[in-house]
């Protein structure tokens, strides 16, 4: 069992960057892939960014360029670093640990924090 755990966000204006961390603990993410994953109000849950076992990132095509997911694997920590926000990325960010090929689909991660709000005003 992982447990997850959040921490980050904010209230920002746009253009403004902030960086959210999700630190594991119960074992480490190992070859869990790990995720960050948002849900806006009325939406359904979205993916944002991703890690496979070996750490390669994916991105979706709306934070490319904006947002940059990493690891720190000694500290049993991810980050997700975003810059150039938007109003449209006010959400709630979650992470998860999920399948280790890593997958966009947030039905198929097994671990999830309890989430940290964004928020961007224009």
């Known amino acids: 069992q992982i447990q997850l755990a959040e921490s980050g966000g904010g209230l920002v204006q746009a253009g403004d960057s902030l960086r959210l961390s999700c630190t594991a603990s119960?074992?480490?993410?190992?070859?869990?892939?790990t995720g960050w994953f948002r849900q806006a109000p009325g939406k359904e849950r979205e993916f944002v960014a991703r890690?496979?076992?070996?750490?390669?990132?994916y991105y979706a095509d709306s934070v490319k360029g904006r947002f940059a997911i990493s690891k720190d694997n000694a500290k049993n920590t991810m980050y997700l670093q975003m810059n150039s926000l938007k109003p449209e990325d006010t959400a709630v960010y979650y992470c998860?640990?999920?399948?280790?090929?890593?997958?966009?689909?947030?039905?198929?991660?097994?671990?999830w924090g309890q989430g940290t709000q964004v928020t961007v005003s224009s």
């Open positions: 998860a640990a999920g399948p280790s090929v890593g997958s966009d689909d947030w039905k198929t991660y097994y671990f």
């Open positions: 119960g074992r480490p993410f190992g070859t869990y892939g």
């Open positions: 890690l496979n076992w070996s750490d390669t990132p």
